[in-house]
C-alpha cells in the first residue's frame, strides 16, 4: 500500500497501528522461537537472525516516525466527547516512508508467519 501525503487518524488508528502491533507481535513470538527451534541447523538460523534485525532495523525507523507524527498531531488526536474525531493528517516524507514500510513489512512478515 503506498501512503500520499495524507492519512485518516481513523485508518491511522484502525489499520497502520494495528498492523504495526501484529508485525511486532510475530517478531518478538513466532520469530524468535523458529530461531530457537532451529539451533541445530545453522543455515535456517543464521537466515531467520538476518531477518530479525532487518525487520528490527525497519521497526526501529517505523517507530521514530510515528512517535513523530503521533506528537505533531497530537491535538487533533485527542478525543472530543469521548471519540476521536476522524481527521486528515498531513505526512512529511519520512512519515509516508514509515507507514508505507508498516504495510510492506506487515505482508511480508505475515507470509513468513506461515512458513515457521
Do not use: C, W
Not at 525497519?58 to 498531531?73: A, D, S, Y
Request: no cysteine.
Amino acid at each position: 500500500m503506498k501512503i500520499g501525503s495524507h492519512i485518516s487518524s481513523e485508518t491511522l488508528i484502525n489499520d497502520v497501528i494495528p498492523k504495526l502491533k501484529t508485525v511486532e507481535f510475530i517478531l518478538e513470538n513466532k520469530l524468535k522461537a523458529a530461531i530457537a527451534a532451529h539451533s541445530t541447523d545453522a543455515q535456517k538460523r543464521a537466515r531467520y537472525e538476518a531477518l530479525q534485525q532487518e525487520f528490527e532495523l525497519e521497526l526501529m525507523m517505523i517507530h521514530m516516525n510515528l512517535e513523530h507524527l503521533l506528537t505533531r498531531n497530537a491535538q487533533l488526536l485527542k478525543p472530543q466527547h469521548g471519540r476521536i474525531e476522524n481527521t486528515l493528517l498531513n505526512l512529511d516524507d519520512s512519515e509516508q516512508v514509515a507507514l508505507t514500510t508498516i504495510s510492506n513489512l506487515y505482508k511480508k512478515v505475515s507470509e513468513l508467519s506461515m512458513n515457521l
